[in-house]
């Protein structure tokens, strides 16, 4: 593809409101992935990880409800999760498009959200999964640094900040997550092969899902990605059949979820 047709993809992914799931087991790089393509097609990055941190932060009641299954790497309630994101999917900034990292991570959530989504007239253009082998996940969460303030990730060897413990983006006290440890990167990645993996079974029996090897350098995974988006756009695609066949398989329950 030329860089006048990879332009002028772009430019229609701009006009046009992209929405996207990037899925993949903790640590396979969704939140990497997703602060590049918040930039370049302008969506709204939607992660459920953050909204719950912030949740505990505040000391609300959902975050006291899910501080301790977090610190666990247990998931929290279905119920709860969606309450959560049928409020967040209706604020203004995500009917320019948006990228949900982290969510669904249940076949209920899956099943949840493409039905919500086809009583909106609004299907998923496509589902990413970011795949990697378990070993090199914990590898890579055991040195993950966050930022608490802008939720930018780093790694201590393959992308590290500039100034030692400081964000590139905001200057903020980098944090090594509670959860990052390797006891709850083990329950995580349980979790994740338990409940996870049927969603992006579920994805794939309604011909939404593309697979990236998530162990290439980052901006080799970056690549593909986007090459993944572009495919979704194009008219030819298969993609835009199988979001058809999606959103009728799915239309009736939006029907009954809407009345
Ligand atoms: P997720 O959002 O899927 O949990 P992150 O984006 O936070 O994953 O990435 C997990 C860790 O792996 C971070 O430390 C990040 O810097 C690092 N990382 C992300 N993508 C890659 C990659 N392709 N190669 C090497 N390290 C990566
Ligand atoms: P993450 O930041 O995506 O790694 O998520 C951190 C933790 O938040 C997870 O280990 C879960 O405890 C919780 N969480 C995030 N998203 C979800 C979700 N969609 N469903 C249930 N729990 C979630």
């Given at each position: 593809?030329?860089?006048?047709?990879?332009?002028?993809?772009?430019?229609?992914?701009?006009?046009?409101?992209?929405?996207?799931?990037?899925?993949?087991?903790?640590?396979?790089g969704?939140?990497?992935?997703?602060?590049?393509?918040?930039?370049?097609?302008?969506?709204?990055?939607?992660?459920?990880?953050?909204?719950?941190?912030?949740?505990?932060?505040?000391?609300?009641?959902?975050?006291?409800?899910?501080?301790?299954?977090?610190?666990?790497?247990?998931?929290?309630?279905?119920?709860?999760?969606?309450?959560?994101?049928?409020?967040?999917?209706?604020?203004?900034?995500?009917?320019?498009?948006?990228?949900?990292?982290?969510?669904?991570?249940?076949?209920?959530?899956?099943?949840?959200?493409?039905?919500?989504?086809?009583?909106?007239?609004?299907?998923?253009?496509?589902?990413?999964?970011?795949?990697?082998?378990?070993?090199?996940?914990?590898?890579?969460?055991?040195?993950?640094?966050?930022?608490?303030?802008?939720?930018?990730?780093?790694?201590?060897?393959s992308n590290?900040?500039?100034?030692?413990?400081?964000?590139?983006?905001?200057?903020?006290?980098?944090?090594?997550?509670?959860?990052?440890?390797?006891?709850?990167?083990?329950?995580?990645?349980?979790?994740?092969?338990?409940?996870?993996?049927?969603?992006?079974?579920?994805?794939?029996?309604?011909?939404?899902?593309?697979?990236?090897d998530a162990s290439l350098p980052i901006d080799h995974v970056e690549h593909?990605?986007?090459?993944?988006?572009?495919?979704?756009?194009?008219?030819?695609?298969?993609?835009?059949?199988?979001?058809?066949?999606?959103?009728?398989?799915?239309?009736?329950?939006?029907?009954?979820?809407?009345?």
């Amino acid at each position: 593809m030329s860089v006048i047709d990879l332009r002028r993809l772009t430019g229609v992914a701009r006009q046009q409101a992209l929405r996207i799931v990037l899925i993949g087991p903790p640590g396979a790089g969704k939140g990497t992935q997703a602060a590049t393509l918040k930039e370049r097609y302008g969506l709204a990055h939607v992660s459920t990880g953050d909204m719950l941190r912030e949740e505990v932060r505040r000391q609300s009641p959902l975050g006291s409800q899910a501080r301790a299954l977090m610190a666990a790497g247990k998931l929290v309630p279905d119920a709860l999760i969606l309450d959560m994101m049928a409020q967040r999917l209706q604020q203004p900034d995500v009917s320019r498009g948006f990228l949900l990292d982290g969510f669904p991570r249940s076949r209920a959530q899956g099943e949840a959200l493409v039905a919500m989504l086809a009583a909106q007239k609004q299907p998923l253009h496509t589902v990413v999964q970011l795949d990697l082998q378990d070993e090199e996940i914990v590898r890579r969460l055991s040195l993950r640094r966050s930022c608490p303030a802008c939720g930018r990730v780093y790694h201590l060897h393959s992308n590290p900040p500039t100034l030692h413990g400081l964000c590139d983006a905001d200057g903020s006290a980098l944090v090594h997550r509670e959860d990052d440890n390797e006891v709850t990167i083990r329950t995580r990645l349980s979790v994740f092969h338990e409940q996870t993996e049927p969603v992006i079974e579920f994805f794939r029996s309604i011909g939404l899902l593309r697979r990236v090897d998530a162990s290439l350098p980052i901006d080799h995974v970056e690549h593909l990605v986007e090459r993944l988006i572009q495919g979704a756009l194009t008219k030819s695609s298969p993609l835009r059949t199988s979001r058809r066949l999606a959103v009728s398989k799915y239309r009736s329950l939006g029907r009954s979820l809407r009345g």
